[in-house]
């Protein structure tokens, strides 16, 4: 048996691939710190040891694979990052890769979920903790075809290649192409660029599914000089309506991405229709968290202001005539200073706003922001700063039976819910 190291192994795409790994027979270890994430109960469940970050990385590992948040070890055994680790895993299968700002994750997971209810034993690499009705967020597999979440986000500190550069996916689905990251892109045009790239690596018979509605995919279309000629063209809108267990049009348009790549891969349509109706949530993507004193407890993992404006629509137009009171952790100070005026109208739509501490990543620390909770705050009309030590008091003060607390960001917003449940306990 090979013993493999993953170093961060706590993060979802880590975790993710471990677990895949595990599948394929692997004996799998790894670091990471203390602090509890979403992806504890499964690696825990499936009995993968881990160890602090300090700990020395034990002698008898054949490979090291290493998150993008931190250096590569000083080691003489094979060490590769995150998503050269992932490639490699994948580099004899069939790729289905699912790619955007908004919605990978959702397609992803409805894509694992829709090949299990066909029978087919296709892997999957999904970044959350969890998808319902499945046992793990990632899975080795036994079909020649492999589901990915395909990041656009940088392979590591010391290479700023998107980490889907290393994929040839055989059907690729785009939910968007959308400035973001801006400590890696500075401009839609750097985003738009890196998407040609990954579009022009479909090898020639294989398939693109893409939304028409979005404003960068139509440019990459009318582009001259990309050639699509020897590429199936496959656009997908919300429409028809499936039947769903999740509501609000983007989850209707990543259902339907993720039925035309089914077919794409074989699934007969009839099948993949019915197939589709199988997936029942994903961790952190409009996440229910019971009902508590009369208040509906949800938690989303959107983070760019497209996506938070996409999701408080849902939620009004699913529960008309309830409040939706938006918890929202913003995730770096990078995109936070550069989309901050587009931060503020889409937070602004809910209808009581309240604004956590940014979230600051490791890349950060030490420099100096123009940014501040109250700042931000401040600029969206009746928005109310809050800290980690009164956000949970301030909101559940603010709210009434009938509301919707919605917690928002990439961070860790959602724990917030524990102490919820509690006060509402006590109510």
Same mark, same amino acid.
């Given at each position: 048996?090979?013993?493999?190291?993953?170093?961060?192994?706590?993060?979802?795409?880590?975790?993710?691939?471990?677990?895949?790994?595990?599948?394929?027979?692997?004996?799998?270890?790894?670091?990471?710190?203390?602090?509890?994430?979403?992806?504890?109960?499964?690696?825990?469940?499936?009995?993968?040891?881990?160890?602090?970050?300090?700990?020395?990385?034990?002698?008898?590992?054949?490979?090291?694979?290493?998150?993008?948040?931190?250096?590569?070890?000083?080691?003489?055994?094979?060490?590769?990052?995150?998503?050269?680790?992932?490639?490699? #895993?994948?580099?004899?299968?069939?790729?289905?890769?699912?790619?955007?700002?908004?919605?990978?994750?959702?397609?992803?997971?409805?894509?694992?979920?829709?090949?299990?209810?066909?029978?087919?034993? +296709?892997?999957?690499?999904?970044?959350?903790?969890?998808?319902?009705?499945? $046992?793990?967020?990632?899975? $080795?597999?036994?079909?020649?075809?492999?589901?990915?979440?395909?990041?656009?986000?940088?392979?590591?500190?010391?290479?700023?290649?998107?980490?889907?550069?290393?994929?040839?996916?055989? +059907?690729?689905?785009?939910?968007?192409?959308?400035?973001?990251?801006?400590?890696?892109?500075?401009?839609?045009?750097?985003?738009?660029?890196?998407?040609?790239?990954?579009?022009?690596?479909?090898?020639?018979?294989?398939?693109?599914?893409?939304?028409?509605?979005?404003?960068?995919?139509?440019?990459?279309?009318?582009?001259?000089?990309?050639?699509?000629?020897?590429?199936?063209?496959?656009?997908?809108?919300?429409?028809?309506?499936?039947?769903?267990?999740?509501?609000?049009?983007?989850?209707?348009?990543?259902?339907?991405? $993720? +039925?035309?790549?089914?077919?794409?891969?074989?699934?007969?349509?009839?099948?993949?229709?019915?197939?589709? @109706?199988?997936?029942?949530?994903?961790?952190?993507?409009?996440? #229910?968290?019971?009902?508590?004193?009369?208040?509906?407890?949800?938690?989303?993992?959107?983070?760019?202001?497209?996506?938070?404006?996409?999701?408080?629509?849902?939620?009004?137009?699913?529960?008309?005539?309830?409040?939706?009171?938006?918890?929202?952790?913003?995730?770096?100070?990078?995109?936070?200073?550069?989309?901050?005026?587009?931060?503020?109208?889409?937070?602004?739509?809910?209808?009581?706003?309240?604004?956590?501490?940014?979230?600051?990543?490791?890349?950060?620390?030490?420099?100096?922001?123009?940014?501040?909770?109250?700042? #931000?705050?401040?600029?969206?009309?009746?928005?109310?700063?809050?800290?980690?030590?009164?956000?949970?008091?301030?909101?559940?003060?603010?709210?009434?039976?009938?509301?919707?607390?919605?917690?928002?960001?990439?961070?860790?917003?959602?724990?917030?819910?524990?102490?919820?449940?509690?006060?509402? @306990?006590?109510?």
């Amino acid at each position: 048996m090979n013993n493999v190291y993953f170093i961060g192994i706590k993060g979802v795409g880590m975790t993710s691939l471990a677990l895949a790994f595990a599948d394929a027979g692997w004996h799998v270890s790894g670091s990471d710190t203390d602090e509890s994430f979403i992806t504890d109960d499964i690696l825990a469940s499936r009995h993968l040891e881990v160890s602090p970050l300090s700990a020395p990385i034990p002698k008898n590992m054949d490979l090291i694979v290493y998150s993008g948040a931190y250096q590569p070890p000083e080691t003489t055994i094979p060490t590769q990052p995150l998503a050269q680790a992932l490639a490699d #895993f994948v580099k004899d299968r069939k790729v289905i890769a699912v790619a955007g700002v908004g919605g990978k994750t959702t397609t992803s997971a409805m894509l694992a979920a829709l090949f299990h209810a066909a029978g087919r034993d +296709v892997g999957y690499y999904v970044g959350t903790g969890s998808i319902a009705g499945l $046992a793990a967020p990632g899975h $080795a597999g036994t079909d020649p075809w492999y589901v990915v979440e395909a990041d656009e986000y940088a392979i590591g500190k010391n290479d700023p290649r998107p980490k889907f550069a290393l994929l040839t996916p055989n +059907v690729l689905v785009t939910t968007n192409i959308v400035h973001d990251h801006p400590d890696i892109y500075k401009d839609e045009e750097a985003t738009l660029a890196v998407f040609i790239d990954l579009v022009k690596s479909i090898p020639p018979g294989g398939t693109w599914i893409y939304n028409p509605a979005d404003p960068l995919t139509r440019r990459l279309l009318d582009l001259q000089g990309v050639t699509l000629k020897d590429i199936k063209l496959v656009p997908y809108a919300a429409e028809p309506h499936l039947k769903l267990s999740v509501f609000g049009p983007q989850n209707q348009a990543d259902a339907q991405a $993720a +039925v035309l790549a089914a077919e794409a891969a074989g699934v007969p349509h009839e099948q993949a229709i019915l197939g589709i @109706q199988a997936y029942q949530g994903a961790g952190r993507r409009q996440e #229910f968290h019971g009902e508590v004193a009369g208040r509906l407890l949800y938690d989303d993992y959107g983070h760019h202001p497209s996506e938070i404006e996409i999701t408080v629509r849902a939620f009004h137009e699913h529960f008309p005539g309830h409040r939706v009171l938006l918890v929202f952790e913003s995730h770096t100070y990078t995109r936070t200073e550069a989309l901050l005026p587009d931060f503020a109208q889409a937070i602004a739509t809910a209808d009581l706003p309240f604004i956590m501490p940014i979230f600051e990543s490791a890349r950060e620390k030490g420099k100096s922001h123009s940014v501040t909770p109250e700042s #931000f705050a401040a600029m969206v009309p009746g928005a109310r700063s809050l800290t980690w030590e009164n956000a949970a008091e301030q909101v559940w003060a603010a709210s009434r039976p009938g509301d919707i607390i919605l917690t928002m960001g990439a961070g860790f917003v959602y724990k917030l819910h524990t102490e919820f449940k509690a006060m509402g @306990q006590l109510s």
